[in-house]
């Protein structure tokens, strides 16, 4: 696992204009609102605010980049699939992750968060296909587990690899609050995301 020494926040980025210029690895992190994205981030990162949920869901529309160790990135990726945004905002939202995934040659991968209490939505399975047209590495992290039995951990892991078309290891259950999960998450992005 990596050993966690800085975390920097470095820009909330609402253009590639604005994205940094380091060229260090990118790790982007992707899911519907509400999901508990900012607090796996804070999770992994041994952070407790870094994070942070807009008060209100689907209106932050930046890519937010935080630099790791000075080493590689993690990009915060806006929540798609808010039901109450426009719209006007939904194209905005399109376009800058399409500027994003089309340009950006030092993303190596993409972890997708869900909900391990609910089955894949269809925003869901159509965002994972997305990355899959970028040829882009990617792994799912079901947040929440402390909330399920380890049957019904067991249930949902095999049905979220049936409706992604992913091997075990790239469903990882996981849990902000019990930390359940994080060895075997930064076990994927250092092999897979981080590995020269």
Same mark, same amino acid.
């Given at each position: 696992?990596?050993?966690?020494?800085?975390?920097?926040?470095?820009?909330?980025?609402?253009?590639?204009?604005?994205?940094?210029?380091?060229?260090?690895?990118?790790?982007?992190?992707?899911?519907?609102?509400?999901?508990?994205?900012?607090?796996?981030?804070?999770?992994?990162?041994?952070?407790k605010?870094?994070?942070?949920?807009?008060?209100?869901?689907?209106?932050?529309?930046?890519?937010?980049?935080?630099?790791?160790?000075?080493?590689?990135?993690?990009?915060?990726?806006?929540?798609?699939?808010?039901?109450?945004?426009s719209?006007?905002?939904?194209r905005?939202w399109?376009?800058?992750?399409?500027?994003?995934?089309?340009?950006?040659e030092?993303?190596?991968?993409?972890?997708?968060?869900?909900?391990?209490?609910?089955?894949?939505?269809?925003?869901?399975?159509?965002?994972? #296909?997305?990355? =899959?047209?970028?040829? %882009? +590495?990617?792994?799912? &992290?079901?947040?929440?587990?402390? *909330?399920?039995?380890?049957?019904?951990?067991?249930?949902q892991?095999? #049905?979220?690899? =049936?409706?992604?078309? %992913? +091997?075990?290891?790239l &469903?990882?259950?996981?849990?902000? *609050?019990?930390?359940?999960?994080?060895?075997?998450?930064?076990?994927?992005?250092?092999?897979?995301?981080?590995?020269?």
């Amino acid at each position: 696992m990596v050993t966690i020494k800085t975390v920097d926040f470095v820009i909330s980025a609402a253009s590639p204009a604005q994205f940094p210029k380091q060229g260090l690895p990118e790790i982007a992190f992707a899911g519907r609102s509400n999901v508990g994205k900012s607090s796996a981030i804070n999770a992994l990162l041994n952070r407790k605010r870094l994070a942070f949920t807009s008060s209100t869901p689907g209106r932050t529309q930046t890519l937010n980049f935080y630099r790791i160790n000075n080493a590689f990135f993690f990009v915060d990726l806006p929540g798609y699939g808010y039901s109450k945004v426009s719209k006007a905002m939904r194209r905005q939202w399109v376009s800058l992750m399409n500027d994003y995934f089309s340009v950006r040659e030092v993303l190596n991968g993409v972890v997708v968060v869900t909900d391990i209490r609910h089955p894949l939505s269809k925003l869901d399975i159509d965002f994972i #296909q997305w990355v =899959r047209s970028f040829s %882009l +590495p990617h792994v799912i &992290v079901a947040t929440k587990a402390d *909330k399920l039995s380890r049957h019904q951990i067991r249930q949902q892991h095999g #049905q979220f690899q =049936r409706q992604a078309v %992913l +091997p075990p290891d790239l &469903v990882i259950p996981f849990s902000a *609050k019990t930390r359940a999960g994080k060895t075997e998450v930064w076990k994927q992005l250092s092999e897979n995301f981080l590995s020269a």
